[in-house]
Nanobody, 115 residues
């Protein structure tokens, strides 16, 4: 089982930056895939970024070049560095882990980008 706790959300002006953190309750070195998703009001939850156990990364087209996902195995934490934020990035951001054929979710953290 994996418990995930996100932090770092908030209100930021367009063009600004935020760094989200996701702390896991167990060692993440054994977790094959860690992801960040987001869900805007009235919309489906979309995959934003993925990092694998070997630190291979993948991004949604809408955030490529602006967001960076990283992992610190020593701290059991995954990060999402978000730069050049735009109002369309406003959403609840969720951390997720794919571990032993189950998907685990955090409670989410709100990111609001004002124009």
């Amino acid at each position: 089982q994996v418990q995930l706790v996100e932090s770092g959300g908030g209100l930021v002006q367009a063009g600004g930056s935020l760094r989200l953190s996701c702390a896991a309750s167990r060692s993440i070195s054994s977790i094959n895939e860690l992801d960040w998703y987001r869900q805007a009001p009235g919309k489906q939850r979309d995959l934003v970024a993925t990092i694998t156990k070997t630190s291979s990364t993948n991004y949604a087209d809408s955030v490529k070049g602006r967001f960076t996902i990283s992992r610190d195995n020593a701290k059991n934490t995954v990060y999402l560095q978000m730069n050049s934020l735009i109002p369309e990035d406003t959403a609840v951001y969720y951390c997720s882990a794919n571990f032993l054929f189950r998907r685990y979710w955090g409670q989410g953290t709100q990111v609001t980008v004002s124009s």
